[in-house]
């Protein structure tokens, strides 16, 4: 959000009940509304902070930045097309804020219009070529459709005119093909050995530099440093694993065969969607990209709309007991609504990517009957190390503590166990080591499940050229490849947490 207040994180506390204070003094400010509302936003809490600036916004129509923070709110909400309606009235008020600029071009990437958001970012660049976070913004778009040099210098462009930006750094070690020389390890080390660096640009350097000495294999520091990146992040995020452990609890308990048999006709019949689910960094962006290689497949993206659906539901899961059928054939039919939004071609099936869904495979079955659901399944340890080492630009909020990545990947096959139990054959499980090792047996499985023919594009996945959002980016455009196999063992004496918490599922 555009910065109404610097604050640091624990002052919020402080100027919270200070605000609350004076608006019910002078509840028609709008100015202390909008920083009222900046400081919900501080803390994700996005329904509240749009709350707020829509009543600054009636209070004072012309008050741009509260209409530009709203914008933001939306855009966090993944309500990109709202937030697109309102940038075009905010940059007509003023049109030479390249903040606006580069939140509309991250709008129209949201939405699928890659190369309209890059020649925005262009524009805004030759007019203000000094702006480091909107060279980071421009690489970030640039590696999404695949021009991985030019986002590279993006990147290299925008630590030339701020070498502490951390997320600058952590995106050229995302990209999981650049290897750091000495010269960048020692201007990350003479960064991170600052005392006034941000605590954002803290975390990712510490990402970055572990994925530096991962490469030089040297686990010592390496581990080091993602343990340093990953206990700073977890301080500034609310995760509870027994609320999760909770859900999966409930979600068992309502899924029973009576249950399900009662609802046997209920939904959507639409056969649209192939919903790639599962834990993240599990494989789902490979088999992603299988899929979308087939003439009648359009992939898309993370699509955030089964989890908003789903917070519509009171008392959810067991809410989903009180829905009839007409309820949900709305919530498939609303689900296919907004998904479209994402559609950019007439190919009859789409895929939906977001991991995270495998909690909500329930009402995926019940809202859309037809639909087909694929588990991604990765070796445990590999897959949760892999998170370990991971930051995520948001949500994801399990993976910053190996004790939480533990329990949720427990949850999660916990919850997928049932569902095989209750409704046989309904998911088809991919696993990824199976999917290295006879790759055309598994493609055509694959295929075979979603009711596809067998194409050979889909042998020749890397060829596909689309755009991909996710980390495993620039790895879906090279040949099938064991790199990340084992990639935990050189870390094994620090693991224990996560061996713990795994249980017996760190065997199977």
Same mark, same amino acid.
């Given at each position: ?13 402080? !100027? ?45 129509? %012309? ?21 697109? +309606? ?34 925005? =970012? ?54 999981? $093909? ?43 520091? @390496? ?11 977890? $301080? ?8 999760? /452990? ?6 068992? !308990?309502?899924? +029973? ?20 689910? %599962?834990?993240?960094?599990?494989? /789902? ?13 359009? %992939? ?6 089964? &989890? ?15 829905? @009839? ?9 609303? =689900? ?55 930051? =995520? ?16 990947? +427990? ?27 006879? +790759? ?23 060829? $596909? ?7 495993? /980016? ?15 063992? &050189? =870390?094994?004496?620090?693991? %224990? ?7 017996? !599922?760190?065997?199977?």
């Amino acid at each position: 959000m555009q910065a109404a207040l610097a604050l640091h994180d624990n002052q919020l506390h402080v !100027a919270e009940p200070l605000l609350k204070a004076y608006l019910k003094r002078d509840p028609f400010d709008a100015r202390a509304i909008r920083m009222l509302a900046e400081l919900a936003g501080r803390i994700g809490r996005y329904g509240d902070a749009e709350a707020l600036l829509r009543r600054a916004v009636e209070l004072a129509p %012309g008050f741009t930045a509260a209409r530009a923070n709203l914008a933001l709110v939306l855009y966090r909400q993944n309500r990109a097309p709202e937030a697109l +309606t309102l940038l075009d009235a905010v940059i007509a008020d003023e049109p030479d804020n390249p903040g606006h600029a580069n939140l509309k071009a991250a709008a129209l990437g949201r939405l699928g219009g890659f190369e309209d958001a890059i020649a925005l =970012y262009e524009k805004v660049l030759r007019d203000a070529p000094g702006q480091p976070r909107v060279w980071l913004s421009y690489g970030h778009m640039l590696k999404t459709v695949g021009r991985r040099d030019d986002g590279i210098a993006a990147y290299r462009r925008a630590l030339s005119l701020l070498p502490t930006l951390g997320d600058a750094w952590w995106s050229l070690a995302n990209l999981k $093909t650049v290897k750091f020389d000495d010269d960048d390890i020692a201007a990350m080390e003479a960064a991170l050995a600052r005392d006034d660096l941000d605590d954002e640009d803290r975390f990712h350097l510490d990402f970055a530099l572990g994925k530096a000495f991962e490469d030089r294999r040297d686990p010592v520091q @390496s581990f080091a440093h993602y343990a340093a990146g990953n206990a700073l992040r977890r $301080t500034r995020i609310v995760y509870d694993a027994d609320e999760t /452990s909770a859900f999966v609890d409930r979600s068992i !308990a309502l899924l +029973t065969p009576e249950f399900l048999a009662a609802r046997h006709d209920h939904g959507s019949t639409t056969p649209d969607p192939i919903f790639v689910l %599962g834990m993240p960094r599990a494989g /789902s962006t490979l088999i992603e990209q299988i899929l979308a290689s087939h003439s009648l497949v359009e %992939g898309t993206t993370e699509l955030p709309d089964m &989890p908003a659906l789903a917070r519509r539901i009171a008392h959810y899961p067991q809410g989903l007991e009180a829905l @009839s059928a007409d309820a949900l054939r709305d919530i498939g039919e609303d =689900y296919l609504r907004r998904a479209a939004i994402q559609r950019r071609t007439d190919r009859p099936f789409f895929i939906d990517k977001l991991p995270n869904n495998w909690a909500h495979v329930a009402l995926i079955h019940l809202a859309l009957p037809n639909a087909r659901i694929i588990d991604a399944r990765r070796d445990p340890l590999d897959c949760c190390f892999s998170n370990f080492k991971q930051h =995520y630009a948001r949500g994801q909020t399990f993976s910053y503590s190996l004790d939480d990545l533990g329990r949720y990947y +427990t949850d999660y096959v916990r919850l997928m166990t049932h569902v095989d139990a209750v409704l046989p054959g309904r998911v088809h499980r991919v696993d990824h080591e199976a999917l290295l090792d006879d +790759t055309e047996a598994e493609v055509r499985a694959l295929l075979a499940a979603c009711g596809l023919d067998f194409e050979p594009a889909c042998l020749a996945f890397h060829e $596909t050229e689309r755009a991909v959002r996710t980390a495993s /980016s620039e790895q879906v455009r090279r040949p099938i490849n064991r790199d990340g196999v084992d990639a935990w063992r &050189p =870390y094994d004496q620090w693991l %224990g947490p996560l061996r713990s918490a795994l249980g017996l !599922a760190a065997t199977t």
